[in-house]
């Protein structure tokens, strides 16, 4: 199994500003996964980070508006830009095991007013 | 295209009770993941099982268990004897077998179980 911690665990912020959000896993993983859950709503997939390389934004998510970095195999940031009370979510760290097990942070809860 | 389908959105049973938690999915893979995951109140989202598409065997974790059909593209989540701290949101989510090893996730079944 993979322990994920994040932070920040919650988050006000102000309309315009920017909040990085850091995401640490307690080993080696393959992936590591970026996650919106939107209030009362499922899980959707921001982007997959990648070691050393520029991640794989889904549809409807750009890199400008969300980057990411992933300097190790441990380590990944999401950064929300320029936020918008629409930006209010919570934010999930994701982390993928050789053995197809995906474990999940304890989430960033933001708020943007 | 990848889906999975979790038609219950919200169901309600009285403690002891048992309780199934509908998942159907789509893919054109033959080789995918299927995963069950719990959110309580508290927010975090608990693994709960994987299983891959090779593997059809039912699977039984004290009051949990899982019926797994390929033929008919569904991955049911049973709780026995439910108990009040099972109230939660479940998602059911799959993900393929392509190296990219997205999960898509079911839109949620919230269970209530009243003492």
């Known amino acids: 199994s993979a322990v994920i911690s994040q932070k920040p665990s919650r988050d006000i912020c102000q309309r315009g500003t920017s909040l990085t959000i850091q995401c640490q896993v307690d080993s080696q993983v393959t992936m590591m996964f970026w996650y919106r859950q939107q209030p009362g709503q499922s899980l959707t997939l921001i982007a997959t980070?990648?070691?050393?390389?520029?991640?794989?934004?889904e549809s409807g998510f750009v890199i400008d508006k969300f980057p990411i970095s992933r300097p190790n195999l441990t380590f990944s940031t999401l950064t929300v830009s320029n936020m918008s009370p629409e930006d209010s979510s919570i934010y999930l760290c994701?982390?993928?095991?050789?053995?197809?097990?995906?474990?999940f942070g304890p989430g960033t809860r933001l708020t943007v007013l | 295209a990848q889906k999975v389908t979790q038609a219950q959105t919200e169901i309600s049973v009285v403690e002891k009770e048992d309780v199934t938690l509908d998942c159907v999915y789509e893919?054109?893979?033959?080789?995918?993941?299927l995963f069950w995951y719990k959110q309580p109140p508290s927010g975090e989202l608990v693994f709960l099982i994987r299983?891959?598409?090779?593997?059809?065997q039912n699977e039984i974790s004290g009051r949990y268990s899982w019926n797994f059909q390929k033929s008919t593209s569904s991955f049911n989540f049973t709780i026995t004897a439910s108990q009040v701290v099972d109230s939660a949101v479940y998602f059911c989510?799959?993900?393929?077998?392509?190296?990219?090893?997205?999960?898509?996730f079911g839109s949620g079944t919230r269970l209530l179980v009243r003492p």
């Open positions: 299983r891959n598409s090779f593997d059809e």
């Open positions: 994701s982390a993928r095991t050789g053995s197809h097990e995906q474990f």
């Open positions: 893919t054109r893979d033959t080789t995918y993941y």
């Open positions: 989510a799959l993900s393929e077998g392509d190296s990219s090893y997205k999960l898509i």
């Open positions: 980070a990648n070691q050393g390389s520029e991640a794989t934004y």
